[in-house]
């Protein structure tokens, strides 16, 4: 276990490297350099000259990446160009927006998506399958900008029920901070609970077939604990899987939605660091989000051992 | 069952958040506005973003001298002037104007914020319009002289800008995230990514001001989320952002009022002037007849905004209407262009970016008339970043759609560096003689001149000026109609007293 542990340190620390060096590759290739964005339409060639300098834009490739990943050993990812604040503080005070909002929604896939997978399996081919099946098209198909829209004109301009968008921060009540919330969760964990429908369906299909089960069934035992006992935790290892992969989807879905809500999560900073060629903060969210899903997938590893016992790390 | 049990849960988690209650955006005194862009700080002697003026000018901070709404220079923190050679100008400030932390603001505050204007290592974004400045003179705490080292006929007019606002000393390391100044407002807080929220300043210099007492500015980017914000009742006005396209749907809503006005933006389509064919003045003037700016005005704005003849904007009070000098005649276009060697037209790539949407509409229909006279135009759309980097730094680029926002910007055609490579030594006499010319009738008369000549040269084709497009509820009263400043003054806005 240790050494395997080990090994998974070093993967993680592998993959971010790599990621770094690709994310600071990418921006400074990319034309338009934060200078000149900042400025506009409206700076001369000498202010451009001068901010570029300012920046620290001027030095070689090498030595900006260097420093930069000294930095970041030593827990400082550098300053946002565009807001002159430390990057670390930028994610972290971006946390309390995303975080809730990844967790709420991927409590509604799970909640959505495990019945609703286990229904049409249950009810293999029959009415209640297809409707499962449809539904979970139709979650797929709809891209999630446009389901955040229709939830939008629902809930808030048609019912008034919730905010059409915004965050009025923890502080203004739990209550409050959770209406804003809602909707991009809904939104957000739609999509992902429609792909984890099938997952769960065929998966549970699967183990429906095993011999095991029809023995369960031939001992008298009833199809709710043949299902909840029997078949459930052991169709799980697909499924957890797939939920894993979706989880680190659930933070590049957040990136869209939060501007549709207008909600100052990591996803908004991202996408407009990128359009400022904030290159820190760019490469600051890059790192914490490769950093996540690297997290992610080793607890989903870690969880396949506590599901299935005959799995050994070694 | 089980979707039963979804459904079920999903309702009451609603219902119980919906328990939260929460204040109307509409309450008396209280404005909810939706700001398209997040400023990247609210410092305006650090960035020339007009996000950053459209929330800190005249509301937190303000000039000397103020563009008011009609576009006339009136008095704000000087009182009034005086200039008897058009070198030295005194400001007489006014007496007991008190910064946000309580100091009054006094002469050597005036002396302190031009002379850091004008050190380079400030970096301020417009240092360059106060380089006419040799010296400042402070008389006493309310009595300053600005003695100019040559004539600068838009002195007046940069003492009004953003960039010549006046703030308090002790606060300068701070105002990139918290501005302190003497407007009618005073900064309360910026949520980062959510908003930015100014409260009433109870000590302004202008009796009866401001009207509400809190002014809440929200960021929200999406025009549709806008959109779902004011039918919610989330944001009680769009100042900007919304395109016509939505306005259009609010303008059928009695809920709502919607305000069209005046701006300074001048939409053009640029041509390369260093590059074939754009060289040859023939073709630049086959491209302004061969384009129906009728046609892109409809199909682009919905018919909204003023079609435009040259640079200088409705706003100025220099402006001729020149929109019908060089009309839509594809028969001509087809004739200029033979005369300058292409009888079948020519291929032609057009970079907008889909940022401002009303570029990439206009562009569409631009191309469908040029293709009427041999001109095919391929549009290439880019990210805002590389549409600064390779057309406005670079010029690389055949044709390109984009507004210019600011006021008395036809400076920029006689620089032969800017992005039209526009190279007339014509047009920089006549340019650099209004420069130095204050008389106001010989100013004009040489304005009208440039107009003319820019018409002839063609360097650009002027298509439309974008027009003020706000949105508010209905009982919001006091704001501009016509936008001749970069700003958003709040001070007069109130709500309708309830019936």
Redesign the interface.
């Given at each position: 276990m240790r050494r395997y542990v080990a090994r998974r340190i070093a993967a993680l620390v592998a993959t971010l490297v790599f990621v770094s060096a690709l994310v600071f590759v990418v921006v400074r290739v990319?034309?338009?350099?934060p200078a000149?964005?900042?400025?506009?339409?409206?700076?001369?060639?000498e202010?451009?000259a001068?901010?570029r300098d300012?920046m620290g834009l001027n030095r070689p490739l090498p030595v900006q990446y260097a420093e930069w990943m000294g930095g970041a050993l030593r827990g400082d990812l550098g300053r946002s160009l565009?807001?002159?604040?430390p990057v670390g503080a930028?994610i972290v005070?971006?946390l309390p927006?995303t975080l809730p909002l990844a967790l709420l929604a991927a409590l509604f896939m799970a909640?959505?998506a495990l019945?609703?997978g286990?229904?049409a399996a249950t009810h293999h081919r029959r009415a209640g399958d297809y409707a499962a099946m449809i539904l979970s098209q139709v979650g797929i198909s709809v891209p999630q900008f446009w389901s955040g829209?229709l939830l939008?004109?629902f809930?808030?301009?048609h019912l008034?029920?919730?905010?059409?968008?915004?965050?009025?921060?923890w502080s203004s009540?739990v209550?409050?901070a959770?209406?804003s919330l809602?909707l991009p969760a809904?939104a957000l964990g739609l999509f992902q609970a429609a792909v984890l429908v099938r997952a769960t369906r065929s998966a549970v299909l699967d183990v429906l077939r095993e011999d095991y089960v029809r023995t369960a069934r031939a001992k008298g035992l009833g199809e709710a604990r043949v299902v909840g006992v029997h078949t459930f935790r052991n169709a799980l290892i697909p499924v957890v899987t797939v939920a894993g992969i979706q989880l680190g989807q659930l933070m590049a879905g957040a990136i869209v939605l939060e501007?549709?809500?207008?909600?100052?999560?990591l996803g908004?900073?991202a996408l407009?660091a990128i359009?400022?060629?904030d290159l820190p903060v760019v490469q600051g969210v890059a790192l914490f989000v490769a950093s996540s899903i690297v997290v992610i997938n080793f607890a989903v590893d870690l969880a396949y051992g506590v599901l299935d016992p005959r799995i050994r790390y070694e | 069952m089980n979707r039963r049990i979804v459904v079920a849960m999903l309702c009451a988690v609603l219902l119980l958040a919906g328990a939260g209650g929460e204040t109307p955006a509409q309450s008396p005194g209280r404005l909810i506005v939706q700001s398209q862009t997040e400023p990247p700080g609210l410092d305006m002697t650090a960035t020339p973003a007009t996000a950053t003026s459209g929330i800190v000018f005249y509301n937190v901070q303000e000039s000397l001298v103020k563009v008011d709404r009609h576009g006339k220079l009136v008095p704000s923190l000087a009182e009034r002037w005086h200039t008897a050679d058009n070198r030295n100008y005194t400001f007489f400030l006014k007496k007991g104007v008190r910064f946000h932390n309580g100091r009054e603001m006094k002469a050597a505050d005036v002396k302190y914020c031009f002379e850091r204007a004008l050190n380079p290592e400030t970096k301020h974004p417009y240092a360059k319009d106060y380089e006419a400045i040799g010296d400042i003179i402070v008389k006493d705490d309310y009595t300053v002289t600005f003695a100019l080292k040559t004539v600068n006929a838009n002195f007046l007019q940069n003492v009004a800008r953003a960039g010549a606002s006046i703030y308090p000393r002790e606060t300068v390391d701070t105002m990139k995230s918290h501005p302190v100044g003497t407007g009618p407002f005073r900064f309360e807080e910026w949520v980062r990514g959510d908003r930015v929220v100014l409260v009433k300043n109870g000590d302004y210099h202008v009796k009866g001001l401001p009207k509400l007492e809190r002014v809440t500015f929200r960021f929200v980017t999406d025009p549709n989320a806008v959109l779902a914000a004011l039918k919610a009742g989330d944001v009680d006005a769009s100042l900007f952002g919304l395109g016509p396209e939505h306005v259009q749907d609010l303008q059928k809503d009695a809920r709502f009022q919607v305000i069209t006005g005046d701006t300074t933006n001048d939409v053009i389509l640029a041509m390369n002037n260093s590059r074939k064919p754009y060289g040859d003045v023939r073709v630049r003037r086959a491209m302004t007849y061969g384009v129906n700016k009728a046609d892109v005005l409809k199909g682009a704005m919905f018919g909204m905004g003023k079609i435009l003849g040259t640079n200088v904007d409705p706003l100025n009070p220099y402006y001729v209407d020149l929109s019908k000098a060089m009309p839509y005649d594809p028969a001509r276009a087809k004739k200029l262009l033979a005369e300058a060697g292409y009888p079948n037209g020519f291929d032609t790539v057009l970079k907008v970016s889909p940022q401002y949407d009303y570029t990439v509409r206009s562009g569409q229909v631009v191309a469908d008339s040029l293709k009427k006279i041999g001109v095919n135009v391929k549009i290439e759309q880019i990210e805002w970043g590389q549409w600064i980097a390779r057309v406005f730094r670079e010029a690389d680029y055949d044709l390109t759609i984009i507004g210019h926002a600011e006021a008395w910007d036809i400076k920029n055609y006689a620089n032969a560096k800017y992005y039209y490579r526009y190279d007339s030594a014509k047009f920089q006499d006549l340019f650099n003689k209004s420069e130095v010319t204050v008389d106001d009738k010989a100013r004009r008369e040489i304005y009208v001149d440039m107009q003319k000549l820019l018409v002839e040269d063609a360097p650009v084709v002027w298509l439309f000026m974008h027009p003020r497009l706000a949105v508010t509820k209905k009982g919001l009263q006091g704001l501009w109609k016509d936008l001749p400043a970069s700003a958003n003054d709040l001070s007069e806005v109130s709500w309708a007293p309830a019936k």
């Open positions: 990319l034309p338009g350099d000149s964005i900042m400025l506009g339409t409206e700076g001369s060639p202010a451009l001068r901010l300012a565009q807001y002159d604040v930028l005070s971006r927006v909640a959505a019945p609703l286990v229904y829209l939008i004109l809930f808030s301009v008034g029920w919730v905010r059409s968008g915004g965050f009025e921060g009540g209550g409050p959770l209406r809602l809904i501007s549709v809500f207008a909600l100052p999560g908004r900073l407009g359009s400022a060629r | -």
